[in-house]
């Protein structure tokens, strides 16, 4: 059996500048083949083993489960193992998984500790003005294949597999994806909920003022935005109803709800609103040139037919009822209650004169 060898720190650093090699084996179990000991605490640049050359120190474990390595540290603020890397290139650590068959991590981090805020693997910019996209920790997977992953993270309880965080909420991203086909999540996202009960829930992190026809403040909700900034904001009051704004930037304006206690859509009519407010010309006329039609649209496969009108016919009699976009014209079907109601008011105008004049026929012939 070949004896362990035990180097004190200032003898292993001698013996490289005289020219001369170590090498030391043993097949004892739990023995040391080397074992380098520093019991100088005063000092960060003292070591109990230090290899230095081009390639650093390169260690092997030929065993199926055995270490090539181990770093342990008993003090509080001790390091298992560090790497300092100081060519623009250069890695402080580097873990490869060479084995294509293999499922196992380049680089493993774990801890054992129950406190909050333990940390298996932590990588960090320390510079407070580092280049564009530093990170603190990348994966890269330079797979083509379909199901590569980048970064993957797991966990077993109610926790967070992946989990970021910054600092300064109003500039920085607790996480950033560009590229690709986006972002995929499956089953379900919450958006300042940790518990959504469907597939997408959003939960409005300020109360959006309860104000009509007028530029919201605290902003809130479901925006979609559009190239040009323009867009539409949903979201719900403090009386649970849903609202639709529209505007741009920081300045929506409310313009419709769907009030909650019956579902129905209301549109804003308030008379304080509204200017230039004229009474109606006479529509019967016209809504009696109107023609009801049934059809079917163009892309339906099957058979059955709805029905409406065509807005080529209506363009012709009430324009301000037909909107354009992009060569298709289009109707508002709500304004043809208005149309309606004004039809039947003149209907009815007709109606009483016609009782009128039939009520002055019968008085004055009273034998008829």
């Known amino acids: 059996m070949k004896s362990t060898l035990v180097l004190s720190f200032s003898l292993f650093l001698l013996l490289p500048a005289i020219g001369q090699k170590i090498e030391a084996e043993t097949t004892t179990p739990g023995e040391k083949a080397i074992s380098g000991i520093n019991t100088d605490n005063s000092s960060t640049s003292s070591y109990g083993l230090f290899g230095r050359s081009y390639h650093g120190l390169q260690l092997f474990a030929d065993g199926t489960t055995g270490f090539a390595g181990i770093g342990t540290a008993s003090g509080v603020n001790g390091i298992g193992f560090y790497g300092i890397a100081e060519g623009v290139q250069?890695?402080?650590?580097?873990?490869?998984?060479?084995?294509?068959?293999?499922?196992?991590?380049?680089?493993?981090?774990?801890?054992?500790?129950?406190?909050?805020?333990?940390?298996?693997v932590l990588g960090e910019i320390t510079p407070t003005n580092p280049g564009a996209l530093s990170a603190g920790v990348r994966g890269v997977n330079k797979g083509t294949g379909?199901?590569?992953?980048?970064?993957?993270?797991?966990?077993?309880?109610?926790?967070?597999?992946?989990?970021?965080?910054?600092?300064?909420?109003s500039l920085g991203f607790a996480g950033y994806f560009d590229g690709g086909r986006g972002l995929f999540?499956?089953?379900?996202?919450?958006?300042?909920?940790?518990?959504?009960?469907?597939?997408?829930?959003?939960?409005q992190a300020v109360a959006v003022d309860?104000?009509?026809?007028?530029?919201?403040?605290?902003?809130?909700?479901?925006?979609?935005?559009?190239?040009?900034?323009?867009?539409?904001?949903?979201?719900?009051?403090?009386?649970?109803?849903?609202?639709?704004a529209f505007g741009s930037g920081t300045n929506f304006t409310q313009k419709a709800y769907i009030w909650t206690p019956t579902g129905d859509f209301v549109n804003l009519s308030d008379k304080k609103l509204k200017k230039n407010i004229k009474p109606m010309n006479n529509v019967l006329n016209e809504v009696?040139?109107?023609?009801?039609?049934?059809?079917?649209?163009?892309?339906?496969?099957?058979?059955?037919?709805?029905?409406?009108?065509?807005?080529?016919?209506?363009q012709v009699l009430f324009p301000e009822l037909v909107h354009e976009k992009?060569?298709?014209?289009?109707?508002?079907?709500?304004?043809?209650?208005v149309l309606a109601i004004k039809a039947i008011q003149e209907q009815q105008k007709i109606i009483d004169e016609l009782i009128l004049r039939l009520e002055r026929l019968e008085s004055s012939n009273p034998n008829h």
């Open 90 to 120: 250069g890695r402080g650590v580097l873990g490869l998984h060479n084995n294509i068959a293999g499922v196992q991590p380049g680089v493993e981090g774990r801890s054992a500790s129950l406190a909050v805020g333990a940390i298996g």
């Open 146 to 169: 379909n199901f590569g992953v980048g970064v993957y993270g797991s966990h077993d309880g109610n926790g967070w597999g992946v989990y970021g965080t910054v600092q300064n909420a």
């Open 185 to 203: 999540v499956s089953p379900k996202v919450g958006i300042n909920n940790t518990t959504p009960a469907v597939e997408l829930v959003v939960k």
């Open 210 to 244: 309860n104000v009509l026809d007028a530029v919201l403040t605290n902003l809130s909700g479901i925006l979609i935005e559009s190239v040009g900034n323009a867009g539409a904001l949903l979201y719900v009051d403090p009386d649970d109803d849903l609202n639709f």
């Open 288 to 314: 009696n040139k109107l023609v009801p039609s049934t059809y079917a649209f163009n892309n339906e496969t099957g058979e059955s037919n709805t029905m409406g009108f065509i807005a080529q016919d209506v």
């Open 326 to 337: 992009n060569g298709t014209l289009a109707l508002a079907y709500d304004k043809f209650a």
